[in-house]
């Protein structure tokens, strides 16, 4: 029992502000830009790299890489726009989403209870914009809160036995790493609450920082669970778009497997907080994972048209 009390029901509380705030932040981005964002999306999609930086631009604003794929998911299935023009979006996305993550790593647990009754007093204004900005500071304060609370759990976890065992397997094989990030990622539908229980744990010294990267990077491959759910009963081109999604961060994650040391030293020359070299190096795959993909994007689309062809082409 006392083991339930101090890492149990403290994690699930943490966790819970954490997915809360996040909520609401998005919900405040929503207000703000919610209306305009399929005009943006429909209208800045001409050519790849207007798609590349409006899937960037968006998921900045939304806060979600998740939020702007099964937006574009719907677009593609209403006929909107085409499943090529969705391709940029998706690599700007990845990229959009580490802003997330750079935020978390800055450290703000001390404000999280002043930005929560700021946001409180900002919602309750009349306006709809003082509404939304309280939303999106009121949103912050519960992440910063979750944050807060989920460190609870590092001094217990620090003495037991069973949980030393786990992570020490871990470190012995990245690839537990990758399959832990990517379930508990899948389970709660968020990179970024993974990424940011990761950067907790590690601040704590529990495990390494190759372990922590490859549970960043298996965090990448469970978000596309959402995309996937949302592509269910769509046509091909939407399918098309789930699955690119997904196909790309499993890939991009494979590929990096064998360089998680290197990706380790970088990020320490960054920074020397063991939290922000997890964020740095989330940056860094991601940004290089998309930039590397950038000027194949007609390929990739060709291939992922090969892989599910268009009901014209079956």
């Known amino acids: 029992m006392p083991f339930?009390?101090?890492?149990?029901?403290?994690?699930?509380?943490?966790?819970?502000?954490?997915?809360?705030?996040?909520?609401?932040?998005?919900t405040g981005f929503n207000l703000f830009a919610g209306e305009r964002m399929e005009l943006i999306i429909t209208r800045?999609?001409?050519?790849?790299?207007?798609s590349f930086l409006t899937g960037l631009f968006?998921?900045?604003?939304?806060?979600?890489?998740?939020?702007?794929?099964?937006?574009?998911?719907?677009?593609t299935h209403a006929g909107i726009i085409s499943f090529t023009q969705t391709v940029g979006i998706i690599?700007?996305?990845?990229?959009?989403?580490?802003?997330?993550?750079?935020?978390?790593?800055?450290?703000?647990e001390d404000l999280a209870v002043p930005m929560l009754l700021i946001g409180v007093a900002c919602w309750l204004q009349p306006r709809q914009n003082t509404k939304a900005f309280g939303l999106i500071l009121g949103g912050f304060g519960l992440m910063f809160l979750g944050i807060d609370t989920m460190q609870i759990i590092a001094k217990p976890l620090e003495h037991?036995?069973?949980f030393h065992k786990l992570f020490l397997e871990s470190q012995h094989s990245m690839w537990i790493g990758l399959l832990t990030g990517t379930l508990f990622s899948a389970l709660v539908h968020s990179s970024a609450a993974t990424t940011a229980i990761t950067?907790?744990?590690?601040?704590?010294?529990?495990?390494?920082?190759?372990?922590?990267?490859a549970i960043v990077l298996g965090g990448n491959i469970g978000t596309c669970v959402t995309a996937i759910i949302a592509s269910i009963g769509t046509n091909p081109a939407s399918k098309q778009v789930a699955w690119f999604h997904t196909l790309f961060n499993v890939g991009g994650a494979l590929a990096f497997m064998p360089f998680i040391a290197w990706l380790g030293e970088v990020s320490s020359l960054l920074s020397s907080d063991p939290?922000?070299?997890?964020?740095?190096?989330?940056?860094?795959?991601?940004?290089?994972?998309?930039?590397?993909?950038?000027?194949f994007t007609g390929l990739l689309a060709s291939m992922m048209q090969w892989l599910i062809p268009s009901e014209r082409t079956r």
């Open 4 to 26: 339930l009390y101090q890492t149990v029901l403290p994690f699930f509380m943490g966790l819970s502000f954490f997915l809360l705030g996040l909520s609401s932040m998005r």
């Open 44 to 50: 800045f999609t001409r050519s790849t790299t207007h």
């Open 58 to 75: 968006s998921t900045m604003l939304l806060q979600s890489s998740t939020a702007v794929t099964v937006l574009t998911i719907g677009l």
């Open 91 to 108: 690599l700007g996305t990845n990229i959009g989403s580490t802003i997330t993550t750079q935020l978390i790593a800055l450290n703000l």
């Open 160 to 162: 037991s036995q069973t």
């Open 199 to 213: 950067m907790t744990l590690i601040s704590h010294g529990i495990f390494s920082t190759e372990t922590a990267i």
């Open 275 to 295: 939290s922000q070299q997890i964020a740095h190096a989330q940056t860094i795959f991601n940004l290089l994972c998309s930039v590397i993909a950038l000027p």
